[in-house]
């Protein structure tokens, strides 16, 4: 799970609902940066697993000058979790923001509040000087995955893509690849590596209108993350909800992590804003998370899964 902020206060939560393990944001490029999350995960009997959010790579996603420089910052940063022990590392190649919306206060099941995106109200100027194409795209991620597989690989650390939130090219005046099941698959071809992998976000998938169960099982063990969630809609329009009242057979999403012999890490994605909660945005709120844990833990345990 992910807890924001990461308190002491989310992580006991978190501990108590049964949670393992926790994926925290980019904390700094320093080895104590790291071994302080670490060690403020280990304190409530929780391994920290996965980092995503906040990497400081938006230069090679960007192709600007000044790449290098995010590329020796990144090597660091991997060689780090190496030592500590966490394993995956979530990105994405999305040149600006991890995910867009043009509404976080659309009222879901009872007044809780989720967020919504719909083309037809997205209205932000093109950014300037970035790259449009997608063979931009497709050249700076080769430049980043030559670079970084043999260091992951030698640091035990794997990679997993994130894909375009929401998957639409291009937005900003910039291109997003990772908008289908096609760029998913250039991915894998582009490195055999074990570290090369996706992060299946159940909830883009569903955005983009495919089968969700039956794209988990075609992507088998290049899967090395999953978000799990869901939305009602497929762009260019459709919102988040809860995870038991989205268009996709959830039970049958996990039953295909299961088939594909999935032991990798999983946790809820953008969930509802409930009753009373402040502070953090839409989709980050904690209590929605509780109520997700629990309905993932049932669906495993159904499938007679730990
Ligand atoms: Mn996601």
Redesign the pocket.
């Known amino acids: 799970m992910v807890c924001t902020p990461l308190s002491d206060e989310n992580l006991r939560l978190a501990a108590q609902i049964g949670v393992t393990d926790i994926v925290g944001r980019y904390p700094g490029n320093e080895f104590e940066d790291l071994q302080r999350m670490d060690d403020q995960v280990a304190k409530f009997g929780m391994k920290l697993s996965v980092i995503e959010g906040y990497l400081p790579m938006d230069r090679i996603r960007l192709g600007q000058p000044g790449r290098e420089e995010d590329m020796e910052t990144m090597i660091k940063f991997v060689r780090n979790m190496g030592k500590l022990d966490v394993p995956v590392l979530c990105y994405h190649f999305v040149g600006r923001d991890d995910?867009t919306r043009t509404s976080w206060n659309v009222e879901d099941r009872g007044g809780a509040l989720v967020s919504e995106f719909n083309l037809d109200d997205f209205d932000a100027p093109d950014d300037e000087g970035a790259p449009t194409t997608d063979d931009h795209a497709w050249v700076g991620l080769e430049y980043f995955l030559n670079v970084i597989l043999p260091v992951a690989e030698d640091a035990g650390v794997k990679l997993a893509m994130?894909?375009a939130?929401p998957p639409i090219s291009p937005l900003y005046g910039l291109s997003r690849v990772f908008c289908d099941v096609p760029a998913f698959d250039r991915l894998c071809e582009m490195s055999d590596s074990p570290s090369n992998g996706i992060?299946f976000?159940?909830?883009?998938f569903s955005e983009m209108g495919v089968d969700v169960p039956a794209t988990i099982r075609r992507f088998g063990d290049r899967i090395t993350f999953a978000?799990f969630?869901d939305v009602v809609g497929v762009v260019p329009k459709f919102q988040e909800t809860f995870h038991d009242k989205g268009q996709t057979d959830m039970a049958e999403a996990m039953r295909a992590y299961k088939d594909i012999g999935y032991t990798g890490l999983m946790r809820p994605?953008?969930v509802p804003r409930l009753e009373g909660e402040q502070g953090e945005g839409t989709g980050y709120s904690m209590m929605g998370r509780l109520f997700a844990v629990g309905y993932m833990r049932g669906l495993m345990h159904a499938l007679g899964v730990k």
């Open positions: 995910w994130h894909p939130d992060c976000c159940g909830g883009c978000h969630r994605d953008h």
